[in-house]
Structure formats: structure tokens, C-alpha cells
């Protein structure tokens, strides 16, 4: 995302070093998905339509059903032009994150950043967002951090960290193979 430039070695998108690309340029390749949410005050529309304010209702509409979150923005008193405040405080933390994840589908950018997307929210909501950030990251590259191991299991490499540094690396089946850390985290979470 260049809030820092290498000092060593290079990172191309595409085959282009990132060094060259103006940061919005680069930006533009990327969505995020935080654990913390941000919202700002405006409409549910506006809201999802942030990083592409041109979008028109049809293709916000299309987002925010890829999202799961079609249905719940129509109960709303306005739909989609019911004005948010700036905590988004009548929003529980896992309809917050499905908007910003109709964000993300509604840019449509090659490259995911999903960090601690699902940490904040119950189990059952944490399955609406996991079947939405599956459909999200199908035909891109996708970086997700995450505690929660069933966030990654499916994942084609998995790069387990300590302090900083990776200590294992590979697929779920060969991580549990290695009967490592990562084995030991996987299995104290589901057994």
C-alpha cells in the first residue's frame, strides 16, 4: 500500500514495480476489510458507494446483495437512504462489516486485505460474513490475517507468524501434518 517504501528488493503488481505507480494508483488494486469498521455519516448508499461515488443504485444494490446485507438494508426505515451517523451506533458490528464488505465488492479490485474481518461478531454472524468473503475472494489474491483458523483453513498458502517472524509455512493439510504450532493452535480451537 506504500505507507512505507522498501528499502530492499521490490514488489510488483502485475508484473509493474509498485515504486513507480502513484499511491492512489496502487491503492486502486486493493480492498480492505478491517476489523474495526468506518462508517461515515451519509446514507447506507453513500456509505457503501465510497470508494466508487459514481456507482449507480443498481450496482450498489448488486453489491450489498453479494454482502448478504440486501435484506437488512431494506427493513431499514429508508433502505438504502437511511442516514447513518458517524459510529453508525443503530448498525450491530456484523452489519457494519457487511457494508463494508458490499464496499469491497462494489470497487471489485484485484487484491483483498482481509484483517480480523470476523473478530468482532457472534458465530452465527460470522458465518453470514464468511459465506460473503468466500464469494469475495474467489479469482483474487487475498491476504487474510486472522486468529480464527476456520477464517483460512481453505487458504492455498498459509504463513503462520510469532513476534514477526513466520515459523511455519504451507497448506492447512501440511501444517497439521507437521504437527507444529500451527497444529496446536487448529487444534485447541476445534477440539
Known sequence: MRFYEVNGGRITVDGVPTAGMTRSGLRRNFGMVLQDTWLFGGTVAENIAYGRPEATREEIVAAAKAAKVDYFIRTMPQGYDTALDNEAA???AGQRQLLTIARVFLCDPPILILDEATSSVDTRTEAEIGKA???????????????????????????????????EQGDHKTLLAKKGAYASLYYSQFE
Open 90 to 92: 443503530n448498525l450491530s
Open 133 to 167: 468473503m468466500k464469494q469475495l475472494m474467489q479469482g483474487r489474491t487475498s491476504f487474510v490475517i486472522a486468529h480464527r483458523l476456520s477464517t483460512i483453513r481453505d487458504a492455498d498458502t498459509i504463513l503462520f507468524m510469532e513476534q514477526g517472524n513466520i515459523i
